[in-house]
């Protein structure tokens, strides 16, 4: 059976989609040079392998699995290794269909019935469009239940981390995490500025001023969205580190106000989106 790959060229860039894959970016190039951490098709095999993947409706770790919103107990499936949480939402874990594209542009489509991973119906659209010096995402959430439900919304881009990776973000603070890897205080940092490989981070920045500038031997690139917040990642022992914009602190919703902390409450009918951009400089 053929692997259902998607892709978009404008000049020298070139961005392949995997619908399937959880609406997933599989790889962002230009020319040769991979932008993102990208493979070629068929490959990868999941999600998490990928180049990025969309978060919906929440974003990160989902405490213990169970959460309480307007006055129910809901409950959700484990979804990641053996974590005692459920991470990054249901749209990366799910099929996306193609429901309109051009050679500059696709939209795909996920359409979420309840069940134990969430347990409200949900549509949720990606809209890609490539130029020769861009890539841009926006995500369109519909609420299709009765009530309303608590949203989040993000993207998990990887980047390569080559010779002299960079990364530069302004913000207000950073959220440490417990034992259990769930924020728990939020302290005063206003910059990262610094070599990915002198990093060790796996938190979530908050009051992101909306450009992050990511550089290395070989490209330059600027990160830009509508999201007030980033998930920062970078693992020492890998060969990647991500930079997520996201609309909420992780486990937002076990917080006493989720919604000052960027959690949605989208009533039926109602619709929220956000936007992701990445501007390209190759040196």
Known sequence: MTTPVFELHAGALRLALRPDLGGSISGLWHRHLPLMRSAEPPAPQG???SASFPLVPYSNRLGYRRFRWKGHDYTTEPNFDDS????????????????????????????HQPDGDWPFAFEARQYFTLTPESMRVQMVFDNLAEVAQPVGLGWHPY??????????????????????????????????????QHLDYDHCFDGWRGVARLRDEKMSLQLSSSLQRLVVYTPTQRDYYCVEPVSHVSNAIHMADPLAHGLRSVAPGESTEAWMQLDVAVL
């Open 159 to 196: 980047f390569p981390k080559r010779a002299r990776s960079r990364l530069h973000i302004e913000c207000e603070g950073r959220w440490d995490s417990d034992a259990a890897q769930l924020p728990v205080r939020k302290v005063a940092q206003s910059v990262i500025d610094a070599d990915v």
């Open 84 to 111: 005692p949480h459920s991470l990054h939402g249901v749209g990366w874990r799910r099929p996306w269909e193609v429901v309109s594209s051009s050679p500059l542009d696709v939209v795909l489509r996920y359409r």
């Open 47 to 49: 999600a998490r392998q």
